[in-house]
């Protein structure tokens, strides 16, 4: 599902990256790449330190058609939320340093293109008619199987999306099986873990690099 997020960003990126003139044209598709990964490593740095419930409460909103939503949905309320700051934050950063963006046209670019992206992830996730989209293979994009997804096959009854629904109450009411939130947090922090372990190991770029792949296709 990263390459689904990677076409997120790369669509609202159409007007807030390519066609702003503050952002020189040879950075386009870096940028696109890294606010992607912004977002991915975002979600791998709070399951690894075992707050999955702080993002099922992100995704429970469900997302707003409204741009200009100030409730609990919308791009003003995932302004509000705190992974978001964290994450707009960080981009705003990234666009200073590594594109030598001024503050002002980094904080637009930042305050635009990641709670927008993330406001279309968040409605395709919670979309029952979209089976592609779902937290189950969001996750598995970041860190692989989570146990339950192993046992399975990655397929089928998705513990993490009937989660979600159960929140939401989009779904049909049934847990599932009365899964255990926590044993599902215990298991994706582990999984968060081992990924970041296995990066710094191998010392290849990671989550970067996998999302530049798909700048080509």
């Keep these: 599902m990263l390459d689904q997020l990677f076409d997120i960003v790369k669509n609202i990126g159409q007007k807030t ?3 702003n003139p503050e952002v020189p044209n040879e ?3 870096d940028i696109v790449a890294d606010a992607t990964k912004t977002i991915g490593s975002g979600f791998q740095n709070i399951m690894a330190g075992g707050g999955f419930e702080n993002i099922l ?5 469900g997302g707003g058609n409204s741009a200009n939503s100030n409730s609990g949905g919308g791009i003003g309320g995932l302004l509000k939320n705190p992974i978001v700051s964290m994450m707009v934050g960080y981009f705003i ?3 200073v340093s590594k594109y030598k963006m001024s503050p002002s046209a ?4 930042a305050n635009n293109l990641i709670p927008s992206s993330l406001n279309n992830l968040i409605q395709r996730t919670n979309d029952p008619n ?3 989209a779902t937290l189950d293979n969001l996750v598995k994009s970041l860190v692989g199987n989570t146990d339950e997804q192993e046992q399975t096959g990655g397929g089928g009854s998705s513990q993490l999306q009937n989660l979600l629904e159960k929140f939401t109450g989009s779904g049909s009411g049934g847990s599932g099986g009365g899964f255990n939130i926590q044993d599902i947090i215990g298991s994706l922090t582990k999984k968060a873990q081992t990924s970041f ?3 710094e190991q191998g010392g290849g770029g990671g989550l970067l690099d996998l999302i530049k792949g798909f700048i080509s296709k």
């Design 17 to 19: 990256v390519v066609e």
């Design 130 to 132: 979209d089976n592609n």
């Design 27 to 29: 950075y386009n598709e």
């Design 93 to 95: 950063s990234k666009l």
């Design 57 to 61: 409460d992100l995704f429970k909103g």
């Design 197 to 199: 372990q296995n990066k």
């Design 106 to 109: 980094a904080s637009n670019v």
